[in-house]
């Protein structure tokens, strides 16, 4: 690399060229009103339906579980774009007060149709969901049922036999739950939380 720039001088032509290339690649991500939420312009449109979930949200929750004492949380959720028919998920949580990381998980949204979504997560704890849900959306609002298909864990991951998502979005405020069966208990309700969109 650096015997292929010896001699190489940055001049005003070269000023010129990256600018004109920072303006195209700021018009490319324009991003217009579509369904009451700015999107970019190459949004899928098997994805339009779910627009509504495209942002930075932010919040608290709370969980529980037999196995474990209570706890709160705040939260960052991210649902993005790259034009394909997905959506990319990221999440984390940290304490309320000091603000230590908790949790972190990310993964992708799929749209099958109309109707149908898949989504898959990966978390630092060597767990990864597949999971095959169901969705109803209008413009400004949406709610989606999943149901785990799979859980693949690694050797030394504790171990979940089933996991339930459940989103509901309306006003620019996300709420969801999250139900599991975990070392050895039965289904059992695990998060909630409370989330309001930051960003678009």
Known sequence: ????????????????????????????????????????????????????????????????????????YVEEV?????GKPFFGYSQKTKTPIKGQPLHAESGYLRVINDREVEMVIAQPTGIVEILA?????????????????????????????EVTRVIRLENNEMLYDVSMAAMGQSMQHHLSATLQRVSK
Not at 78 to 82: A, E, M, Q, R
Not at 149 to 157: K, R
């Open 1 to 72: 690399m650096r015997a292929a720039c010896r001699g190489w001088r940055w001049n005003a032509s070269d000023a010129r060229h990256g600018l004109l290339v920072a303006d195209k690649f700021r018009a490319l991500h324009k991003r217009p009103n579509v369904l009451g939420v700015r999107v970019a312009q190459q949004i899928h449109e098997a994805c339009r339906p779910l627009a509504p979930l495209l942002g930075i949200w932010r919040g608290s929750g709370s969980g529980h579980y037999s196995t474990i004492n209570d706890f709160a």
């Open 78 to 82: 991210v649902f993005d774009h790259v």
């Open 133 to 161: 849900g169901y969705y109803a959306a209008n413009s400004d609002a949406c709610v989606i049922n999943f149901e785990s298909t799979e859980i693949a864990t690694t050797a030394t991951a504790k171990t979940v036999a």
